[in-house]
């Protein structure tokens, strides 16, 4: 595992990159975009490598989501996102039920 719980979430950015996931995604309209290569994915396109929920340090209601991403082109990325109640619901949706990588 690359993530853990007991890292802020930009230790485990640092982490993940170090691990090579250095490509920054973003969620839209269903799809995931590579902020690097210009290139959006869709579903069948990903697999969900982990994930790991973060804490804000000052207020526990300040919580963040880290998600570790392949694409089948072997893209290897990070996407971040909020948690709790200014959550992307749909975001959260979308990623969870991507296929795991076993």
Request: glycine share 6%.
């Amino acid at each position: 595992m690359i993530l853990s719980t007991a890292n802020t979430l930009l230790e485990d950015i640092v982490a993940a990159k170090e691990a090579g996931y250095t490509s920054d995604f973003m969620y839209q309209d269903n799809k995931i975009l590579c902020r690097e290569n210009n290139i959006w994915y869709t579903a069948q396109e990903l697999v969900l490598v982990e994930y790991c929920r973060h804490e804000g340090m000052n207020d526990p209601g300040d919580s963040s989501i880290l998600f570790l991403i392949e694409a089948s082109d072997t893209t290897k990325g990070c996407l971040s996102s909020a948690y709790g109640k200014d959550a992307d619901s749909g975001l959260i949706e979308f990623v969870l039920s991507l296929p795991k990588k076993k």
